[in-house]
Nanobody, 129 residues
Framework: QVQLVESGGGLVQAGGSLRLSCAAS????????MGWFRQAPGKDREFVAA????????VYADSVRGRSTISRDNAKNTVYLQMNSLKPDDTAVYYC??????????????????????WGQGTQVTVSS
């Protein structure tokens, strides 16, 4: 089983940037698509971005497209989320998740949290206005 540990969250002013990291343990990381989700207080968890197992394909939520970049380094068993031009609405706990089904590609289930079978503990991102 793969375990995930996120880091890189914190407090940043609006317009600033953060780079989240998700370190994975386990041998199946490079075979799995990976995603980032977030959950703000009082709101449902929402999809942020996902990347295929090779890193060749990515997909973003409309709310972050153009401001965020997901990437991965399979040699380091790590997936990243670079977030720029942060807004107060980006304030949330950000979770990294892995999907063992689907052969590591992005498909119609990629944006659904229930299609991911292992999750990190989350990292808090707070954007002040």
């Amino acid at each position: 089983q793969v375990q995930l540990v996120e880091s890189g969250g914190g407090l940043v002013q609006a317009g600033g940037s953060l780079r989240l990291s998700c370190a994975a343990s386990g041998r199946s990381f490079s075979a799995n698509a990976m995603g980032w989700f977030r959950q703000a207080p009082g709101k449902d968890r929402e999809f942020v971005a996902a990347i295929s197992r090779t890193g060749s394909r990515t997909v973003y939520a409309d709310s972050v497209r153009g401001r965020s970049t997901i990437s991965r380094d399979n040699a380091k068993n790590t997936v990243y989320l670079q977030m720029n031009s942060l807004k107060p609405d980006d304030t949330a706990v950000y979770y990294c998740a892995g999907r063992s089904a689907g052969f590591g590609v992005l498909d119609i289930w990629t944006m659904r949290g229930d299609s991911y079978d292992y999750w990190g503990q989350g990292t808090q991102v707070t954007v002040s206005s």
